[in-house]
């Protein structure tokens, strides 16, 4: 994964603050806003988010989209 710094196979909370404060961000969101979403999506409760817990929140996002999009047109 392209967001996983240390090559862990894992996305960690620092990962996800570092990715989300980058300069082209501008500190997008705060530290506690990331812990909350990390404890939602890390389903297994290791504070990381792995491979299969990753494309769960994807296809969550894209099934979200997916009923916006429908209920637009």
């Keep these: ?3 996983d710094r240390d090559n ?3 996305i960690d909370n620092e ?3 570092a990715l ?3 300069e082209d961000l501008g500190n997008f969101v705060s530290k506690d806003a990331v812990a909350d979403a990390l404890k939602e999506i890390d389903a297994n409760g290791d504070g990381e988010i792995d491979f299969e817990e990753f494309m769960l929140m994807m296809k969550k996002a894209t099934e979200k989209d997916d009923a916006a999009s429908s209920n637009l047109g």
């Design 15 to 17: 990962e996800v603050v």
């Design 8 to 10: 862990s196979g894992k």
């Design 20 to 22: 989300l404060s980058g």
């Design 1 to 3: 994964m392209m967001f």
